[in-house]
């Protein structure tokens, strides 16, 4: 949901819309802009993931602080995690004391109700970052203080992120969807399991890496649907288990790996074939983008699935589209 855009303003209200509208949904009491009135932008929406609230912040360069003693009391037990989307630069993030350049591939950790935090870049820049009650996370506020440093050292930090960045990329269907909750539990998880990974005690992090393990494997195999050689061996492997205990693992939660694989990526072919932006490409590249190596086998399935050729579903897209 857009909350602010800055270039439907007069040039002299936008300072003070940006710094209002970061007060009210972050708790943030220092704003500085790079750029003048005139020149500055920014454009900030908002979803609600059951209890979490993703912010997806662009524009042009700026810092936003929230010092310790000017909190909102109703987010002073609030948990942020910040990222930098890629392609937009480098940020500056600060937290208890601890300084880390953010660019496409870190994430940033504030606990509000300890520790004061900033964030910021410049140039051309955009920030999506969630935030949620401590509460929510089941661990001791010291724990979360004590991985703020350390994120950068968890295996877990590359998989929260590509979980943050698939919130981002369909929240504006999936915010109202059932499936909300879920991906927020999901996200909580992921978040519970990097803070304990790098800050837990041995058996507490035993505990929560068993606890998010099918959720880590969902992620990692979201980000490689694309390659062909996404096999249960190479997922297993990236996980340091057997492929017996994998499969186990989905059978409990009533998954079929090689069928979930399959929909994710028929679906994912699908929606490029009904895609303007890709008509230039053909039925056979589509399909090896994702993942079919032989173009008849994409066909049978893609006609067991959507009861259509993908070229039948291609043409009757076009005409959709077009009408």
């Given at each position: 949901?857009?909350?602010?855009?800055?270039?439907?303003?007069?040039?002299?209200?936008?300072y003070?819309?940006?710094?209002?509208?970061?007060a009210?949904?972050?708790g943030?009491?220092?704003?500085?802009?790079?750029?003048?009135p005139?020149?500055m932008?920014?454009?900030?929406?908002?979803?609600?993931?059951?209890?979490?609230?993703?912010?997806?912040?662009y524009?042009?360069?700026?810092?936003?602080?929230?010092?310790?003693?000017?909190?909102?009391?109703?987010?002073?037990?609030?948990?942020?995690?910040?990222?930098?989307?890629?392609g937009?630069?480098?940020?500056a993030?600060?937290?208890?004391?601890?300084?880390?350049?953010?660019?496409?591939r870190?994430?940033?950790?504030?606990?509000?109700?300890?520790a004061?935090?900033?964030?910021g870049?410049?140039?051309?820049?955009?920030?999506?970052?969630?935030s949620?009650?401590?509460?929510?996370?089941?661990?001791?506020?010291?724990?979360?203080?004590?991985?703020?440093?350390?994120?950068?050292?968890?295996?877990?930090?590359?998989?929260?992120?590509?979980q943050?960045?698939?919130?981002?990329?369909?929240a504006?269907?999936?915010?109202?969807?059932?499936s909300?909750?879920?991906?927020?539990?999901a996200t909580?998880?992921?978040?519970?399991?990097?803070?304990?990974?790098?800050?837990?005690?041995?058996?507490?992090?035993?505990?929560?890496?068993q606890?998010?393990?099918?959720?880590?494997?969902?992620?990692?195999v979201?980000?490689?649907?694309?390659?062909?050689?996404?096999t249960?061996?190479?997922?297993?492997?990236?996980?340091?288990?057997?492929?017996?205990t994998l499969?186990?693992?989905?059978?409990?939660?009533?998954?079929?790996?090689?069928?979930w694989?399959?929909?994710?990526?028929?679906?994912g072919?699908?929606?490029?074939?009904a895609?303007?932006?890709?008509?230039?490409?053909?039925?056979?590249?589509?399909a090896?983008s994702?993942?079919?190596?032989?173009?008849a086998?994409f066909?049978?399935?893609?006609?067991?699935?959507f009861?259509?050729?993908?070229s039948?579903?291609?043409?009757?897209?076009?005409?959709?589209?077009a009408?």
């Amino acid at each position: 949901m857009l909350v602010l855009d800055t270039d439907g303003l007069a040039a002299t209200d936008r300072y003070e819309a940006l710094r209002t509208v970061a007060a009210r949904e972050g708790g943030v009491s220092t704003v500085e802009e790079s750029q003048p009135p005139d020149r500055m932008h920014k454009r900030l929406e908002i979803w609600h993931f059951g209890p979490l609230t993703l912010f997806d912040t662009y524009g042009t360069g700026a810092r936003f602080a929230r010092p310790l003693r000017t909190a909102r009391r109703e987010l002073m037990d609030n948990v942020s995690v910040m990222t930098q989307a890629e392609g937009f630069g480098t940020a500056a993030f600060g937290c208890d004391g601890f300084q880390r350049r953010l660019a496409g591939r870190g994430v940033g950790l504030a606990p509000h109700m300890v520790a004061a935090h900033e964030y910021g870049w410049s140039g051309i820049g955009r920030s999506v970052a969630f935030s949620v009650e401590l509460a929510l996370l089941d661990l001791p506020v010291d724990t979360v203080r004590a991985a703020v440093p350390r994120l950068q050292h968890s295996p877990v930090e590359a998989i929260l992120l590509l979980q943050v960045r698939e919130l981002r990329r369909h929240a504006d269907r999936l915010s109202d969807d059932p499936s909300a909750e879920p991906l927020a539990a999901a996200t909580l998880q992921l978040t519970r399991a990097l803070i304990v990974s790098v800050a837990g005690r041995d058996r507490l992090r035993r505990a929560v890496r068993q606890e998010t393990l099918f959720t880590r494997v969902l992620v990692y195999v979201r980000a490689h649907l694309r390659e062909p050689d996404l096999t249960p061996q190479r997922i297993a492997r990236a996980h340091g288990i057997s492929v017996r205990t994998l499969y186990r693992l989905c059978e409990q939660e009533g998954v079929s790996l090689e069928k979930w694989i399959i929909q994710r990526r028929l679906e994912g072919a699908r929606a490029e074939l009904a895609s303007p932006d890709r008509a230039h490409r053909t039925v056979d590249s589509i399909a090896r983008s994702w993942g079919f190596v032989q173009p008849a086998h994409f066909a049978r399935r893609f006609r067991q699935a959507f009861g259509s050729t993908p070229s039948q579903w291609r043409r009757l897209a076009r005409a959709g589209s077009a009408s």
